[in-house]
Each structure stands twice: as structure tokens, then as C-alpha cells.
């Protein structure tokens, strides 16, 4: 059970939160959120520290709010479709929750946020999926970077527009370009495991010159035993 001060804490988040979603950021003040939660001001500075205290726990309990959205699969049978299925999840929140999301996203240092980092878990395992069918056409690194990219920037370019420029192509053709960037048409790999992209790294190894010869023929022998365990 949630402790008292827990209790608290939660009110005032709260209470900050319908602040937040009426009045934008300026509408969050000390004084407003402790009257909004029931409190005296000075009950935020020792729950928070200071309003910029009170400003990261609102974005916390945004990004937990948005991980306990996102739906797993550990296993999809279509890795590119359940990557389209993520991204959609990410814009359904975003403009869902307009205000929360502009803070959440406002300042780089909320990517230290324990939830955030869990949800770029979450990503990635998407993205290690794609890559063991063969699927991606980049490094995992720079696709983690292109779908969280494409994925902010369609929410904070359509919250900034007027409603009647709001044309849900927008978000398709963003998509789409997301998926076209970092998935390749057809798998590189046939088969599931690591065999299967032993195999399709050994056929694709003649065509490489980065590796000196020697190198290449220790590659190809561990590639062959992997190939052949599967």
C-alpha cells in the first residue's frame, strides 16, 4: 500500500497535470498546483524541491503512463508491421495527451528518465527483432534514432498547426518514410535464429573488402558452424 507521502506525491502530480492540460506550462505554479492538490506551497518545495523538481516528476509519470501503453510482443509474425503498430502507438499518446507530451519531450535531459530509458528498451528489442530477420537497412543505433525522430517530430509538427491544416497523410507519409528508412523489402534472412543469418552473412561475404583474407576465412568457418548447429 502507497505510502502517505506517496499519496501525496501523487495528488500533486495530478494536480499538476489537469494544470498542465488547461493552462499549458505557465499554468504551473507552486501556489496553483499546492491550492489545485489541497496543500500549502511549501509542501510542493519538500515533496520536489523546486517547481523545475515538480516539472521532471510530471514528465516521469508521463513516460511511465506511455510505456504502460505500448503493447509487447515478444514474438510478432510480422516485425515490420508491428514496428508501424509502435509508431502509431507513440502518436496515439502524443496527441492524446498534447500538454503532457510537449513537456515530456521539451528539454534533452528527460532521456535520463528510468521509464523513457525502459520504453528505448522496448524499442530496441523491436529493432534486434527486425535485424535477426534480416529486415534492417541500417545500423540498429541510427534506426533507434530515425523512429523515435519521425515519431516526436509528427506529434510536435501536428499539435503546432492549426486544425484545418491537419491532414492525416501527414502521419502516413511519415510513417511510411520511417519504415522505408530503416527496413530493406524483402529479408535478408530465410531463416529464423541464428542460422538463418549466418547463412545469409556467408553468402553475402564475397562481396565485402573490408576484411583482409585471413580474417574472411575465420569469419567464414564460425559462420559455417553456426549455419550448421541450426
Not at 18 to 28: E, K, N, P
Not at 81 to 89: K, T
Not at 96 to 112: D, F, G, Q, S, V
Amino acid at each position: 500500500m502507497p505510502s502517505r507521502s506517496d499519496q501525496t506525491r501523487q495528488r500533486v502530480i495530478e494536480a499538476a497535470i489537469g494544470l498542465l492540460t488547461r493552462g499549458g506550462r505557465d499554468a504551473v505554479t507552486t501556489r496553483a498546483v499546492a491550492e489545485a492538490a489541497g496543500l500549502q506551497p511549501p509542501a510542493i518545495y519538500r515533496l520536489f524541491g523546486d517547481k523545475d523538481g515538480l516539472l521532471d516528476a510530471v514528465a516521469e509519470y508521463g513516460f511511465t503512463a506511455f510505456l504502460a501503453s505500448k503493447r509487447i510482443d515478444p514474438d510478432p509474425p510480422d516485425p515490420v508491421a508491428d514496428l508501424r503498430a509502435g509508431w502509431d502507438v507513440a502518436i496515439e499518446f502524443g496527441l492524446a495527451n498534447p500538454a503532457l507530451y510537449t513537456l515530456m519531450y521539451a528539454e534533452p535531459t528527460r532521456a535520463e528518465s528510468a521509464a523513457f530509458r525502459t520504453g528505448m528498451g522496448v524499442l530496441m528489442g523491436r529493432i534486434r527483432r527486425l535485424a535477426a530477420g534480416g529486415w534492417l537497412r541500417v545500423d540498429e543505433e541510427l534506426a533507434a534514432q530515425i523512429i523515435h525522430a519521425t515519431a516526436r517530430g509528427a506529434v510536435l509538427t501536428w499539435l503546432s498547426l492549426p486544425e484545418e491544416r491537419r491532414d492525416p497523410a501527414l502521419l502516413t507519409t511519415l510513417r511510411e518514410s520511417m519504415v522505408a528508412a530503416v527496413t530493406v523489402d524483402q529479408p535478408a534472412v530465410r531463416g529464423s535464429g541464428p542460422a538463418g543469418a549466418a547463412r545469409a552473412l556467408r553468402a553475402a561475404l564475397p562481396e565485402q573488402t573490408l576484411l583482409s583474407e585471413a580474417e574472411q576465412r575465420l569469419l567464414t568457418e564460425w559462420l559455417g558452424r553456426l549455419a550448421t548447429d541450426g
